[in-house]
């Protein structure tokens, strides 16, 4: 991944293929365009005319908007890159940090290739540090794996992703900046080892290659884990995660992973769908809907990021992460629609359409994980296409049991600058998941169908425990063109939410 450092150094002065500042658009007060604070020196070297030669370029400080220009006289770098951080903040005001994220990604992005760019930004304190790190890392993620050209573009030092990226005016010596660089570091590592296990197809990813690798990571950060395979998901009873994974020669797996801190007060549980391909099983998904099927595994990999994320922070709470994992496909020993499933709770649930899967392998880890008195379990998961039609691709939905829970997710979502939205859970909508057979149907109503699997997904949640479900089927996997910091593929959505509410517990502020 790019390397990051903090420097005091002059712009001029520094050896580096780009120097990256930032302009806005401007207000009445202060003309067309403006420069963001950090391009002084650059500002300086133009005769103080660098807005005016950029206006000149077509430049309008546009969010994500991108200038190029020949560093002046007696630079070492030879270009200047000018990015677009959107409108100029109020008076006193300073840039938020989504938009500083934003810039630092779309400025990572325009140099691939390049070895190392100086980001003068504007860095008023160690928050904006953070956020210009964390930007550029997620910018300038690449998947690559599976491409030669692309290792060999590495090999000939051509455009391969940023390498180095150099934050100017951080003070390298100063905690409070270092300590944000670190976090935006790890942060940002696992958020793209979530955005690998995304992007990776699913003949290389299934559920066991995917256990597998949570062992590797737990070794390697001091987790304990416990992986449950076909036979130990049978002795205990796992109908939900079974029935889906039948139909497939891979077979599903359940992963505790837990963090521990001898500190902590609260304990936070974590549980993802995933669902390492999904065809619908017996009920098939039509051509064009299963393309990109490889990221149903989303939310898993989210909550796996956000647990090795907290013990490499080494925040004060007890975090456990569910991984529930199978692969959904037809055969002749596939879940049949009409099945009826006993779950781990003891519940049986009538299969209507086995594409409702989702929701049956949280079931189980849903039980699972309340056996052990969490104070809040959050699941993640790509679970339906009606919250897409609701809110879009780029926004996820929050439902909860408690009012209060959900507001505090929704305010930790748009602190990190993910999209988010909260969502009802009407009781209404329950009575049409009644079965004759058995105690709950996968289905109910097909409008408001996201919420109805909202509402499945409580009935498996222990008494007393607060509870959030998050939906990210739209914002998981980005099938359209990079913006911002946000690449084509697996975007790891929910990641740093789930960290910033892990942080936040660790405080002692979700009560």
């Known amino acids: 991944m790019t390397a990051l450092t903090l420097s005091t150094a002059a712009a001029p002065g520094l050896r580096a293929d780009a120097i990256v500042v930032g302009v806005a658009k401007g207000t009445s007060r202060s003309g067309t365009l403006v420069l963001a604070p950090g391009a002084e020196a650059v500002d300086a070297a133009y005769d103080g005319k660098l807005a005016a030669v950029l206006e000149t370029l077509g430049a309008s400080g546009a969010e994500g908007e991108v200038t190029k220009l020949p560093a002046p006289s007696g630079f070492k770098a030879p270009l200047v890159l000018a990015v677009g951080l959107g409108a100029e903040p109020e008076k006193d005001a300073g840039f938020d940090a989504e938009a500083l994220r934003r810039a630092a990604g779309v400025a990572a992005r325009a ?20 956020a210009v790190a964390e930007g550029a890392l997620l910018g300038a993620y690449s998947f690559d794996t599976y491409k030669e050209e692309g290792k060999d573009a590495k090999r000939r030092g051509g455009k391969a992703p ?19 660089v670190e976090r935006a570091t790890a942060l940002a590592e696992e958020l793209n080892r979530a955005r690998d296990l995304i992007n990776t197809p699913p003949n290389d990813l299934n559920p066991a290659s995917f256990a597998a690798i949570a ?22 009873g796992y109908g939900g995660i079974l029935g889906v994974g039948a139909g497939s020669a891979a077979g599903p797996r359940l992963v505790k992973l837990s963090y521990t801190s001898s500190k902590a007060k609260k304990h936070l549980a974590l549980v993802g769908k995933g669902i390492t ?18 990221c149903d595994m989303a939310g898993a990999a989210a909550v796996f990021a956000a647990v090795v994320a907290a013990a490499r922070l080494g925040l004060e709470v007890n975090v456990t992460g569910w991984l529930a994992l199978a692969e959904n496909m037809p055969s002749g020993s596939a879940t049949r629609p009409g099945d009826v499933l006993r779950m781990f709770s003891g519940k049986t649930v009538e299969v209507l359409n086995t594409d409702a899967e989702g929701r049956l392998v949280l079931a189980d880890a849903l039980w699972a994980a309340s056996q052990e008195k969490p104070d809040a379990i959050v699941d993640v998961a790509t679970l339906t296409g009606a919250m897409v039609l609701a809110l879009g ?8 049991n408690d009012d209060a829970f959900r507001s505090a997710i929704h305010e930790a979502a748009e602190e990190v600058g993910e999209e988010a939205w909260p969502m009802p859970l009407p009781e209404h909508l329950r009575k ?15 409008m408001g169908g996201g919420l109805v699997a909202g509402l499945f997904l409580r009935e498996f949640i222990g008494e007393g425990i607060t509870w959030a479900h998050l939906d990210i089927a739209g914002p998981a996997f980005n099938e359209q063109g990079p913006f911002g910091y ?10 740093r939410t789930l960290v910033r509410l892990a942080e936040l517990t660790a405080a002692g502020d979700l009560g």
């Open 393 to 400: 691709n780029r926004t996820f939905g929050i439902m909860a």
């Open 162 to 180: 940023l390498a180095d990226a150099v934050l100017l005016g951080g003070k390298s010596r100063d905690k409070a900046f270092k300590a944000a």
């Open 432 to 446: 049409g998941m009644d079965s004759p057979t058995a105690d709950i149907a996968n289905m109910g109503e097909r």
């Open 215 to 236: 062992q590797d990571a737990a070794k390697a950060h001091g987790l304990k884990i416990q992986v449950l395979d076909e036979k130990a998901l049978a002795k205990g």
């Open 486 to 495: 946000t690449p084509k593929g697996g975007t790891g959505s929910a990641v």
């Open 111 to 130: 140099l691939t290739g390049a070895k190392k760019a100086a980001f003068a930004l504007p860095l008023a304190d160690a928050a904006d540090a953070g």
């Open 277 to 294: 391909y999904d065809s619908g099983g017996i009920s098939l998904k039509p051509a064009g809907h299963n393309e990109t099927m490889k």
